[in-house]
């Protein structure tokens, strides 16, 4: 089945250092989406991507989608302590249920001021 | 933007007894919710797929008599735990999936934290 692989599983930075997570699918995708959940909350939703090579930008927030739409990346510039939380990305494949997603294993992102 | 409530956010149960969550989508319809297991520090495990109307789809591994989903109306989902044991205890969350802001996006409950004792 399709798999998402997400890495780096856990991520210590310094507040004002940059910070990356990555994704890989084992499939192609019709869009991948960012999510973020704070410790004890639940996830919410950042953004999707769709198009082959997209970048989107949000604030200090730079996603990217890869050329083959199998990889992306979430590159956050000048970490803040409010940007405590695990990221996941989840991917959906086409042709799967409506609104069926797959989601990475999750990078842990700790801010230490 | 849409709202998925779910309740309740925490529940302590004895072993061997049923445990029902509500999953409700409070200002759009969802003839889809998708019902996730999370372990701490882990990620989002799919459970099932509920469908208005109409049986629920689950995913491989997990025990259809053991979570059961019922999805009744447009508005509601139900995921009903049953003969609960300590390896049961977990972070459940619904989701319900809208066109809002992009296709498909995913608004989650708030999860509810099992504990069977």
């Known amino acids: 089945g399709q798999q998402v692989m997400q890495i780096p599983q856990y991520q210590h930075v310094q507040e004002g250092e940059d910070f990356t997570t990555y994704c890989n699918s084992s499939?192609?995708?019709?869009?991948i989406q960012w999510y973020k959940q704070r410790p004890g909350g639940h996830p919410v939703f950042l953004i999707q991507l769709v198009k082959s090579g997209e970048v989107k930008k949000q604030k200090r927030l730079t996603f990217q989608f890869g050329e083959a739409k199998k990889n992306s990346s979430l590159h956050i510039t000048a970490t803040q302590t409010t940007d405590v939380g695990t990221y996941f990305c989840a991917g959906k494949v086409g042709g799967t249920s409506y609104g069926k997603l797959t989601f990475g294993q999750g990078t842990i992102l700790t801010v230490h001021p | 933007g849409a709202v998925v409530s779910q309740h309740p956010s925490r529940v302590i149960c004895k072993s061997g007894t049923s445990v029902k969550i509500e999953c409700r989508s409070l200002d759009f319809q969802a003839t889809t919710m998708f019902w996730y297991r999370q372990f701490p520090k882990q990620s989002l495990m799919l459970m099932a797929t509920s469908n208005e109307g109409s049986k629920a789809t689950y995913e491989q591994g997990v025990e259809k008599d053991k979570f059961l989903i019922n999805h009744a109306s447009l508005t509601l989902s139900t995921l009903t735990v049953t003969s609960a044991h300590p390896e049961d205890s977990s972070f459940y969350i619904c989701?319900?999936?809208?066109?809002?802001?992009?296709?498909?996006?995913?608004?989650f409950g708030q999860g509810t934290r099992l504990t069977v004792v």
């Open positions: 989701s319900a999936p809208t066109r809002g802001q992009s296709d498909t996006e995913a608004f």
């Open positions: 499939t192609t995708l019709s869009n």
